[in-house]
């Protein structure tokens, strides 16, 4: 894979002068960096963009696969100094259980349907194909060019559909007028949201988007929403979702029966005490960013993120590689009142991965 990166490399070559005698010290890991050390430790600040970060493999955010595909740490860290150093979008997350929804499992156990397989859907002058959001990240297109296409998922049923969730996460295109994603039940009642809409305000909750843009995520529980249609004014068991309206959308979750949020991540915000405090992402709307890689949701335990960016901080104390690092220090020197002169070398670079 590529490592997509701002692109530098450095030396960086600084003297010290030193009021008591020192020997080189030259290792795998730096010049003995500690806590209260008063070594030199040069910096250089870099976003790193990692095409494909893997949650089953890795375990910090700056890992990546090297050229033999085996898991391999950055000589850096995190930007401990960013609230929120991470920033990645969530229809570009492929994860456990995204595409499994309704939930019918075959003799073998395997999950025998999915909302986002186009051939379960009949369709009503829009169009419905296979499509992808992130590699591995299979989704739905759904492209509708009139008020009056649609499209319908029916090989579902839920009871007790008014506990469920109504999920989507998608990447939008193009959009004209307030294109509409309805789940209905048996008896013509429905609940509704509305997947664009230009003059929504970005905090509406039942609106997905009011902008063309990518990893838009919406969730709402289905009893919590308004109830319309022509059955008996309530809510019971969804059999349907139909899709409607002048929208070109690349669905890569849709669900309608999990009994709960999914979560995005975690994120550092200032409350109205100027305290920073911890809140969970559920409804990120493109590229977001979070404090690390902990808070995800069970299900996302061992997902492939694609497009993962840190803002990292290249330091001396960082490198691994000996030869990356050279200290001398001389007793002859311009500096009377000083005993020694050490002069420090440091050979800063981001490396780059490529695919086999």
Same mark, same amino acid.
């Given at each position: 894979?590529?490592?997509?990166?701002?692109?530098f490399?450095a030396?960086?070559?600084l003297a #010290?002068?030193?009021?008591?005698?020192? &020997?080189?010290?030259?290792?795998?890991?730096?010049?003995?960096?500690?806590? $209260?050390?008063?070594?030199?430790?040069p &910096?250089l600040?870099? =976003?790193?963009?990692?095409?494909?970060?893997?949650?089953?493999?890795?375990?910090?955010?700056?890992?990546?696969?090297?050229d033999?595909?085996?898991?391999?740490?950055?000589?850096?860290?995190?930007?401990?100094?960013? =609230?929120?150093?991470?920033?990645?979008?969530? +229809?570009?997350?492929?994860?456990?259980?995204?595409?499994?929804?309704?939930?019918?499992?075959d003799?073998?156990?395997?999950?025998a349907?999915?909302?986002?397989?186009?051939? /379960?859907?009949?369709?009503?002058?829009? !169009?419905?194909?296979?499509?992808t &959001?992130?590699?591995? #990240?299979?989704?739905?297109?759904?492209?509708?060019?009139?008020?009056?296409?649609?499209?319908?998922?029916?090989?579902?049923? #839920?009871?007790?559909?008014?506990?469920?969730? *109504? !999920?989507?996460?998608?990447?939008?295109?193009?959009?004209?007028?307030t294109? +509409?994603?309805?789940?209905n039940?048996?008896?013509?009642?429905?609940?509704?949201?509305?997947?664009?809409?230009?003059?929504?305000?970005?905090?509406?909750?039942? %609106? *997905?988007?009011?902008?063309?843009? /990518?990893?838009? #995520?919406?969730?709402?529980?289905?009893?919590?929403?308004p %109830?319309?249609?022509?059955?008996?004014? +309530?809510?019971?068991?969804?059999?349907?979702?139909?899709?409607?309206? @002048?929208?070109?959308? @690349?669905?890569?979750?849709l669900?309608a029966?999990? &009994?709960?949020?999914?979560?995005?991540?975690?994120?550092?915000?200032?409350?109205?005490?100027?305290?920073?405090?911890?809140?969970t992402i559920?409804?990120?709307?493109?590229?977001y960013?979070?404090?690390?890689? $902990?808070?995800?949701?069970? %299900?996302?335990?061992?997902?492939?993120?694609?497009?993962? !960016?840190?803002?990292?901080?290249f330091q001396?104390?960082?490198?691994? $590689?000996?030869?990356?690092?050279?200290a001398e220090?001389?007793? @002859?020197?311009?500096?009377?009142?000083?005993?020694?002169l050490?002069?420090?070398?440091?050979?800063?670079?981001?490396?780059?991965?490529?695919?086999?």
């Amino acid at each position: 894979m590529n490592i997509k990166k701002t692109g530098f490399a450095a030396l960086v070559a600084l003297a #010290v002068l030193s009021s008591m005698v020192a &020997t080189p010290v030259v290792a795998v890991g730096g010049i003995g960096w500690g806590g $209260d050390s008063a070594a030199p430790n040069p &910096t250089l600040n870099a =976003d790193v963009t990692i095409d494909e970060w893997n949650g089953a493999d890795f375990s910090d955010a700056l890992q990546y696969y090297d050229d033999s595909g085996e898991a391999a740490q950055l000589p850096a860290s995190v930007n401990a100094s960013n =609230d929120n150093p991470i920033t990645l979008t969530a +229809t570009d997350i492929a994860f456990e259980q995204r595409d499994e929804f309704p939930r019918k499992s075959d003799e073998d156990g395997d999950n025998a349907a999915s909302a986002l397989d186009a051939s /379960e859907w009949t369709t009503s002058g829009a !169009t419905v194909s296979a499509t992808t &959001t992130a590699p591995s #990240v299979d989704a739905l297109n759904y492209a509708g060019s009139a008020s009056s296409d649609s499209a319908t998922y029916s090989n579902f049923t #839920v009871v007790d559909g008014e506990k469920g969730y *109504l !999920t989507i996460a998608a990447d939008i295109s193009s959009a004209s007028g307030t294109p +509409t994603l309805q789940v209905n039940d048996a008896d013509g009642d429905y609940v509704e949201i509305t997947l664009y809409d230009a003059g929504a305000a970005a905090s509406d909750d039942t %609106v *997905l988007a009011n902008a063309t843009g /990518e990893g838009m #995520v919406l969730q709402e529980q289905i009893g919590d929403l308004p %109830v319309q249609g022509g059955g008996d004014g +309530t809510f019971d068991t969804a059999e349907d979702v139909t899709i409607s309206g @002048d929208v070109d959308a @690349d669905i890569s979750v849709l669900d309608a029966e999990r &009994t709960r949020e999914l979560e995005f991540g975690e994120q550092l915000v200032e409350n109205d005490d100027e305290e920073l405090e911890t809140v969970t992402i559920t409804e990120p709307r493109g590229a977001y960013s979070v404090t690390n890689m $902990d808070g995800f949701d069970e %299900v996302m335990a061992d997902a492939t993120i694609h497009g993962l !960016t840190a803002d990292a901080m290249f330091q001396a104390s960082d490198l691994q $590689d000996a030869d990356n690092v050279n200290a001398e220090f001389t007793q @002859d020197n311009d500096y009377p009142q000083w005993d020694a002169l050490g002069q420090f070398d440091y050979r800063l670079q981001l490396p780059t991965a490529f695919d086999l």
